[in-house]
């Protein structure tokens, strides 16, 4: 411990408040305390600490407070840090996630039903959250087929009937753009809905078994049909909706962890109004071993920082310290909250709900990060014992040449870091000093110039050198790269693969290397050829493309690049410069009345020249 820490610690004072843990004065570390000189010498006293706390304070150097006058100022002030500085050592709410809502303007005449971001105070009403916007859609469409409303934005009433869109045909809107429908027969419809998205899905069935029945007696069989497809789905929406107690009314957060050795998993069910509209998981890396009811306190200020909170939050466990949770998530509501921790019961059967499902979302991120490790990493290590390389290689780098019989000579170098693209490394080339299609002294070229930098003494122009690096080609190529790179002053393991049979060539050794079609390592070197050979081909073409394309107007007398500019970009094509007249050519900036007259020339051709031409 320094002077500097010493010091601070000694004066610490008896207040609630934020501390930020410092390492060469970046922020790594934002915590809360109800007593700031209690808890910040706790990190510094001869105690066992988690393996992340210790780690952490074996880089403190310097430490700052902020001073609060409540545990809720503490709280809110904590999470307003995190946000700000996104410390390393704190749990991070990786959250991009939002809830849409689905939104009833009844300040309007003819309301329509619409998606939401988020729940304003502006009069209308609105009904959510769902778990994603396709659920949102899903039940919109339901709707819209259910009670025939608008999806126009036009001002209603009218100032004169329109005519009926194409949703009046199909039979999902009543019209009244075209006056077609009364205002009463329109809230009608708009009650109906309100009553559904509230959750009365019973009386919506009723009556539409009753239009089926009366469609069906008056032989009206294409309707009745359509009534009983709409029925259907409106069964459907009901059972993805059901929850152990239907007749219940409540709004419900439910918030588990599950943690392993390295990071924890916190999963959310929402339910409102008695049903269960989603749930989600949220990783929180580095939170495997610390104190579940600390970690879910952190994750509780999170997430709830920009949500309103539910009526009532059940949470798997919490702090044995009272941190003033309850008084923050009154602050988020704006009204009560009832925070607790179950142990049994029915709302402890839905703790235990939520904690199955951050366990499955634990386990199948850990299976996923197991698959991307074999496949990035794992096939590094694998390649590097294939090389016969002492160490894994981290950077491969993949090098192609691209002609066209030997015209517009280009070359790409892609870099793979740890398996993985990294596309802000990619380079490509325009060969200099060789002539025709000659892809041996090309690459000798490349890899010149390449290494060159490596080696260089100069920071403006040094590049990092690679551990490893892939030859599209055979031992010919193979042969040319590694004289190329030996002559720069560099050594680095190297190797050609051939397309044929996949065959991977090792410098000074006749026979080739054919790995197992299964193999991680053949399968990145396949990536690493595939990519440098997209990217060569991709410049190529660029570069053939500007040269062959030959724009018309270049061949216009007085005009030059600026006024092609200007006409094409008052004209927006050719085809409508083409129909212009003098006069309008004249309004495009730039232009004299001669170069007017050549464009115009140029545009409308005598029987002569055109026959010439």
């Known amino acids: 411990m320094n002077d500097t820490l010493a010091l601070k610690i000694k004066n610490l004072p008896d207040s609630p408040g934020c501390y930020l843990m410092k390492e060469q004065g970046n922020i790594i570390y934002v915590g809360k305390a109800v007593n700031l000189k209690n808890r910040v010498r706790s990190y510094f006293q001869n105690t066992e600490h988690t393996p992340k706390v210790t780690a952490m304070v074996s880089h403190v150097d310097d430490f700052d407070i902020v001073l609060a006058r409540t545990n809720l100022e503490a709280l809110l002030l904590e999470c307003n840090l995190i946000k700000l500085h996104r410390p390393f050592y704190n749990i991070l709410l990786k959250d991009d996630k939002g809830y849409p809502y689905i939104r009833v303007d009844v300040n309007d005449p003819y309301p329509r039903v619409t998606l939401a971001r988020r729940a304003e105070k502006d009069g209308a009403r609105y009904f959510g959250p769902y778990i994603g916007a396709t659920a949102v859609r899903d039940v919109l469409d339901l709707l819209r087929k259910t009670f025939r409303l608008r999806t126009c934005r036009q001002t209603l009433p009218p100032a004169r009937p329109a005519r009926p869109c194409m949703n009046y045909e199909i039979g999902r809107c009543l019209a009244p753009c075209a006056g077609l429908c009364t205002k009463e027969e329109y809230q009608r419809q708009i009650e109906g809905a309100i009553r559904f998205l509230s959750g009365d899905y019973q009386a919506v069935k009723e009556q539409l078994k009753k239009e089926m029945l009366e469609a069906s007696s008056k032989l009206e069989f ?6 009983r497809d709409r029925l259907t789905d409106v069964d459907g929406l009901m059972q993805r909706q059901q929850v152990n107690n239907p007749e219940a009314r409540f709004d419900r957060d439910v918030i588990a962890l599950r943690q392993d050795d390295l990071d924890g998993m916190a999963a959310v069910l929402l339910v409102r109004d008695g049903k269960m509209v989603g749930s989600e998981t949220y990783p929180l890396e580095g939170a495997g071993r610390e104190d579940p009811g600390e970690v879910l ?8 920082d920009g949500r309103r909170p539910a009526r009532e939050v059940l949470a798997a466990s919490l702090p044995e310290t009272d ?9 988020k509501r ?6 607790l921790c179950p142990q049994r019961g029915e709302k402890r059967a839905m703790v235990l709900l939520a904690e199955k499902n951050a366990a499955d979302a634990l386990f199948k991120r850990n299976q996923q990060a197991a698959v991307k490790r074999q496949r990035t990493i794992g096939a590094c290590e694998e390649l590097g014992r294939v090389i016969g390389m002492r160490k894994t290689p981290r950077r491969i780098e993949g090098y192609d040449i691209s002609n066209t019989q030997g015209v517009w000579s280009v070359a790409s170098m892609v870099v793979f870091i740890d398996g993985e693209p990294a596309k802000k490394e990619y380079r490509r080339y325009r060969i200099k000093t060789v002539e025709g299609a000659n892809d041996f002294a090309s690459m000798n070229e490349v890899l010149g110039r390449r290494f060159r930098r490596a080696v260089s003494d100069d920071p403006d122009i040094k590049w990092p050198m690679p551990d490893l690096v892939l030859i599209d080609g055979g031992p010919e190529q193979l042969l040319f790269a590694r004289t190329a790179m030996l002559a720069a ?7 050609g693969l051939a397309k044929r049979l996949e065959e991977i060539f090792l410098p000074g050794q006749e026979e080739s290397i054919i790995l197992d079609r299964k193999s991680p ?8 050829r595939d990519e440098s050979h997209r990217f060569a081909i991709t410049y190529h073409r660029s570069l053939r493309g500007k040269a ?8 216009i007398p007085g005009v030059g690049k ?8 008052y004209f927006k094509s050719v085809s409508n410069l083409k129909n212009a007249t003098v006069e309008e050519l004249l309004e495009v900036s730039g232009m004299n009345r001669p170069a007017a007259e050549a464009v115009y020339a140029w545009a409308h051709p005598r029987p002569q020249e055109q026959a010439d031409t």
């Not at 704006?334 to 925070?339: D, E, H, I, P, W």
């Not at 390592?521 to 690493?528: F, M, N, S």
């Not at 062959?548 to 061949?555: A, I, P």
């Open 297 to 304: 306190a952190e994750f509780l200020i999170q997430y709830y």
């Open 323 to 331: 941190i003033g949770l309850n008084e923050y998530l009154r602050e």
């Open 521 to 528: 390592a053949l399968h990145l070197i396949q990536q690493v």
């Open 489 to 495: 002053g560099a050594d680095v393991p190297m190797f």
């Open 562 to 569: 600026t006024r092609r500019r200007a006409l094409l970009q």
């Open 222 to 227: 294409e309707l009745a049909a359509q009534l």
């Open 548 to 555: 062959t394309v030959h724009s018309q107007l270049e061949d």
């Open 334 to 339: 704006q009204g009560a909250v009832s925070l």
